[in-house]
């Protein structure tokens, strides 16, 4: 059968004079004579604004001019705070890839506000909508969310980038909801907001943590899925996004209406007055649109085949290394443009001080392999707006494992730490040696190609596993809750129950699990590199040994601050202090090792001893003393330390008996996973007890 051919669908109200615009910037731009759309679709044959007054009624006004393909034009007297829509006109031809349906209201992929949610039907999916005639007696805006326009006008106050450096960085991965929804100081009406988020309790919260940057699970305008919602769930996480520009309405506690921007706005003013940079978790590899049985919100209907990446062959059918049925098209000049417009319009309208970039390998993939030298790389790397902003990679996707694999300049979550750590903690064989690794910046990894120790993002938990208290309660997962039989989640979880699967009453193996949990911390925030703390660990936050809990937006997820743990809690603080106050604990670069003539490290036997290649080798070794010189270690003003460092690891499940290395002529405690009057230390020798970590300053 052909594909139809829509006639233009007429307008509710009289005749709009449409003034000519500028094709640029994409997007709705207000001015005092009223707003400039412009939308790029190069399969378009006409495109509408859709503009809803008060009453929701639709007033719809043709864009007259097309340029590069870019359909735009001035709608006089319509400006911020008005919610609008487009309707693209073009082929329905889902064989060839093309799917546009003007009987559906769609997104402006620029859109910086969005006011309402999807409403699931069948007037969302293109799929169920096979005949002309169907597809254009059904009209989909009552079930579609609208974009608003808004201003940009905003007081900042003086506020500017902080800037901190990456080896004076520590980050608190967190989630606007959670960590605010049920804070005992936060006001009700702002709980689980941008607002809340920016409150003093929170601030000063995060501020006498220590951390200095606050990584925001994604704040991107997200839609929970239907099968999600028929559980009574929803897409906690929001790893869904639909709207690159637009903060997520959910989190607003002002409105949707365009008040959401200068909310957002006020959040990262006061988390800056606070000394906390904001970092921000974003989805740019796939969008909400899902497979070809997915619902048509915006990109789908506007230009299927720029959009996404179709398999060749079949472009009904859609290229997925995302596991989420869609991969945006980054070898597309469209698609490209708007990931760096989004990026810079994050930058200098809302003041965000850096990106993790979600599953960040898929954007490096523009014809099916991962690419150094792709297009996507190239542009961040020029991009001067970007050239002092933190970028962190997750390196990885469905299809690929990319670790070491991005440019100078960038960090990368290192999910070779995260294993590493664990292995060794939990009492694995053979995992000394890559402990060591991890401890000193993952050299193996980042060394050969000249980026230093910053490169690698440190993490031993993060949203998507086990928490802290989970990873030493539980030797599996248990993911009922999400209603998939606890088929979802990974399996390797690297964890140990000390004991007893979940909650107990032991005294021994609750005294157990409290010191595997200042163990990983302390490793965490003693190693070269830069620390990612889960939020809520530094509490004993708990998700019941859910591994996978994107979906619970309940007391599951959210932190308890009726159960903190305080003795927890003050030795975070003390061991983010630690790094903070010395640099011999968070060097910039690598640090020269025994076979220089002033070493900065040297790694040694529990008897003083030099580690050797056979001990390495020894897949029963679980005893480290790292020294550091810090007469030899420079800070970042040029000046160094008198103090030695010797960090002892033991996770032996007996005492272990250290000699010290020679040099100070005292050691004392700086940090320790005991109790204080359990060890035994001398000016030669210390007794580190099981499963334990001791910290010594030597003078």
């Not at 945006?328 to 850096?354: P, Q």
């Not at 580690?611 to 029963?620: I, K, T, V, Y």
């Amino acid at each position: 059968m052909p594909p139809p051919v829509f006639p233009l669908l007429p307008a509710t109200v009289g005749h709009v004079e449409v003034r000519r615009a500028s094709p640029f910037p994409l997007g709705a731009t207000p001015s005092p004579l009223g707003t400039n759309f412009a939308l790029y679709s190069e399969v378009a044959e006409a495109v509408e604004v859709c503009v809803f007054d008060a009453s929701g009624e639709e007033h719809r006004v043709e864009l007259p001019e097309r340029k590069a393909h870019v359909w735009h034009g001035l709608i006089p007297g319509v400006g911020p705070g008005d919610r609008y829509g487009f309707r693209v006109h073009g082929p329905w031809a889902p064989a060839e890839g093309l799917r546009c349906n003007p009987a559906k209201l769609l997104l402006d992929p620029h859109a910086t506000a969005i006011d309402g949610d999807v409403s699931w039907g069948e007037e969302v999916f293109g799929h169920k909508l096979e005949q002309p005639e169907e597809q254009n007696s059904l009209d989909s805006a009552p079930s579609m969310p609208k974009c608003v326009v808004t201003s940009r006008d905003f007081d900042w106050a003086g506020d500017t980038p902080l800037g901190i450096p990456l080896d004076e960085t520590v980050v608190y991965e967190t989630h606007v909801k959670g960590l605010t929804v049920r804070h005992p100081e936060v006001p009700e009406e702002i709980r689980g907001t941008y607002a809340g988020l920016a409150h003093p309790a929170v601030t000063g919260y995060l501020t006498d943590l220590g951390v200095t940057a606050v990584e925001l699970l994604p704040v991107h305008q997200f839609v929970s899925d239907e099968h999600l919602l028929k559980k009574g769930l929803s897409n906690y996480w929001g790893y869904n996004s639909i709207g690159f520009l637009a903060p997520h309405g959910g989190y607003s506690a002002s409105g949707t209406g365009g008040a959401q921007v200068g909310e957002f706005k006020q959040m990262v003013k006061a988390l800056h007055r606070a000394g906390l940079e904001v970092i921000l978790d974003v989805v740019y590899n796939h969008t909400a649109e899902g497979n070809h049985l997915g619902p048509t919100l915006s990109f789908k209907g506007i230009d299927n085949p720029t959009y996404y990446r179709l398999v060749d062959g079949d472009r009904a059918h859609y290229f997925d290394t995302t596991g989420t049925g869609n991969s945006l098209n980054v070898g597309h000049r469209a698609a490209l443009r708007l990931i760096m417009d989004s990026l810079r319009y994050w930058v200098t309208e809302m003041h965000v001080d850096g990106f993790r970039f979600d599953l960040a390998t898929a954007l490096t993939r523009q014809s099916g392999a991962v690419d150094i030298h792709s297009a996507f790389l190239t542009l961040v790397h020029q991009d001067p707006v970007l050239a002092d902003v933190k970028l962190i990679a997750e390196p990885w996707d469905i299809a690929g494992y990319q670790l070491g694999g991005f440019p100078p300049g960038w960090s990368e979550w290192n999910g070779r730490y995260r294993d590493s750590v664990r292995d060794f903690w939990r009492g694995a064989d053979g995992a000394l040696g890559d402990l060591a690794l991890r401890l000193t910046g993952s050299p193996d990894v980042y060394a050969s190609e000249r980026r230093g120790p910053t490169a690698s993002v440190n993490f031993v938990t993060a949203h998507d596993g086990l928490t802290l208290a989970d990873l030493t309660s539980y030797n599996a997962k248990h993911n009922e809750a999400n209603g998939e039989g606890n088929a979802d989640g990974t399996d390797d979880n690297r964890s140990w129950n000390c004991g007893v699967e979940g909650p107990t009453d032991d005294p021994a193996v609750l005294s157990l699990r409290e010191r595997q949990r200042r163990n990983l911390l302390a490793t965490l925030l003693l190693s070269a590199g830069v620390p990612m703390l889960l939020g809520g660990d530094e509490i004993g936050r708990t998700q019941q040994g859910n591994n996978n809990a994107y979906c619970q937006d309940n007391e599951l997820s959210w932190y308890d601050w009726d159960a903190v743990d305080k003795d927890l809690l003050g030795f975070a603080k003390e061991a983010i202090a630690l790094r903070r106050n010395n640099h011999a604990l968070r060097p910039p670069e690598y640090l020269r090792g025994a076979e220089s003539g002033a070493a900065q490290i040297v790694l040694y036997r529990p008897d003083g001893k030099h580690m050797e290649p056979a001990d390495w080798q020894n897949p029963h070794a679980r005893a480290l003393c790292v020294a550091l010189d810090g007469r030899q270690i420079e800070g970042a003003e040029g000046e160094a330390t008198s103090d030695h460092f010797a960090l002892l690891l033991n996770a032996h499940y007996g005492s272990v008996r250290f000699t010290l290395p020679r040099g100070p002529a005292k050691w004392e405690v700086a940090l320790s996973t005991v109790p204080a009057g359990t060890r035994r230390l001398t000016r030669r020798t210390v007794t580190v007890e099981e499963r334990s970590l001791l910290l010594l300053r030597g003078r």
